[in-house]
């Protein structure tokens, strides 16, 4: 009896500890809460961007390390940092087109995304700064083109051209 008694002391502890251990996670609620600042702020539509979201990121941040919950606070913490960062920046050129029956504006455009190919795998140094400049003047002219290229059945004196005198127009004699 004195042997069972000493075995069940114990086992008491560790089986108690084992009981009570997820009822000691707070994460799970304080999960709950950042998710409910979180969701308050998409409604309103707060840009990510707003100081309104530093509380919010604070909250999912004081989830602890150990917590079950802690993983989905990373993944929230995530998103809205993505969100805050710096967008990408825009496309040195668009796609263009070469070969028989295209226009001077998608010749243009494609002489334009060669070079933007050619500016990105040029490494950083002294060879950048010729290249960006004379894509920078190829983007001009493409600017120019496209006001001026008219699709058929559009007039240049629609944008201030005397008929016929048009970069398209054919030359009087």
């Known amino acids: ?29 304080q999960l709950r809460d950042a998710e409910k600042s979180y969701r308050e702020l998409i409604d309103r539509r707060v840009s990510p961007q707003d100081a309104a979201w530093d509380p919010v990121i604070a909250s999912f941040e004081a ?3 150990d917590s079950k919950a802690r993983p989905a606070a990373e993944q929230r913490i995530a998103a809205i940092r993505r969100l805050r960062g710096k967008l990408p920046a825009r496309p040195l050129a668009t796609p263009g087109a070469t070969g028989p029956g295209t226009s001077e504006a998608d010749a243009k455009r494609a002489a334009c995304e060669a070079l933007a190919i050619r500016l ?15 894509l920078a003047e190829c983007r001009k002219a493409l600017v120019k083109l496209e006001a001026h290229s008219h699709p058929p059945g559009e007039h240049g004196h629609d944008h201030g051209e005397e008929p016929g005198h048009g970069p398209g127009a054919a030359p009087t004699p």
Do not use: F, H, Y
């Open 120 to 134: 990105g795998q040029t490494p950083e140094g002294p060879a950048r700064e010729p290249l960006r400049q004379t």
């Open 63 to 65: 989830i602890p390390q």
């Open 1 to 29: 009896m004195r042997m069972t008694t000493r075995r069940l002391s114990a086992v008491m502890p560790l089986a108690l500890c084992l009981l009570l251990s997820p009822g000691c996670d707070k994460g799970p609620d």
